[in-house]
């Protein structure tokens, strides 16, 4: 099933406090932002924030029509309270209070309590698209029990689409050669600093319809600056040396030919034709703006992409976005 995507989503993990704490009517004014920018597809997950992200973008979607946005959110973690957490902040990079840990669950009773907590937590009546989040570590559960699960309440219309997301290619690329998803969710692995979707993953999408939403486009930030510096987040951890170094070096050439690394990591993402849209984050309305304004803008010139190729920055064979807009 396609989704009425758009040209670029809202990703909502900083909605529940990644690396920094936001207020609620931040968190607000970020959603409708993007909403004034044209978006109209916002992904979020339980997993964000402990389920606080999900209850903000529930909260600042409610009066919006609900036929005009699409909403995915994610199947895999249970959020169980802790009662007794002593006060503890959550380890898993959300500033938020550890009042819930979270309890891997793939199977079809986990699926099923994930979306009905989900709703809740939303406030809506249903999921646009049901996504298996990061099943690396249980892969056969996951393909098992929950995909079927999903399959059959997609057939029943509780959900609209179903999909999984990773970090790891070769997991989406078994899911799509494996199973009827609609959707793949590729995280860090197709952008202008890495492109191991290309081999095999992208042409697999392409050739069986599946929509691929690409995610993380900014490698957890290292390509969201003009200049690259030590002390930015890759994979979610301090970018090591080596990263930064080629981050800086692609810098340096998108400088050189009048834009920006974040306006060409952009432009590169969307590139691709299997792609279907990309998301990216924002933890406040001025980041959304920014991002807007880069989607917004003519593409980087034909000579940059020759010359990162030339460089050996980046892949000869990847598509790169054309004259005439974006893709």
Known sequence: MKLPFGRWGLGCAQLGNLYTAIEDDVAAATVAAAWDAGVRYFDTAPHYGLGVSERRLGAALRARPRHEFTVSTKVGRLLVPTPDSGGARDPEGFDVPATHQRVWDFSADGVRRSLSDSLHRLGLDRIDLALIHDPEDHQETALRRAYPVLHDLRRQGVVRAIGVGSKQVDVLRRFAMETDVDAVMVAGRYTLLEQPALDALLPECRRKGIGVVNVGVF??????????????????????????DKARAIAEVCARHGTSLPAAAMAFAAAHPAVATVVVGAESPDQVKRNAALIAAPPPPADLWAELVAAGLLRADAPVPQPSGIR
Request: hydrophobic letters at 30%; a negative charge; charged letters at 20%.
């Open 219 to 244: 490698n957890s930030g290292l390509l969201a600056v003009d200049r690259p510096h030590d002390g930015l987040h890759y994979e979610y951890g301090d970018a090591p040396s080596t990263v930064v």
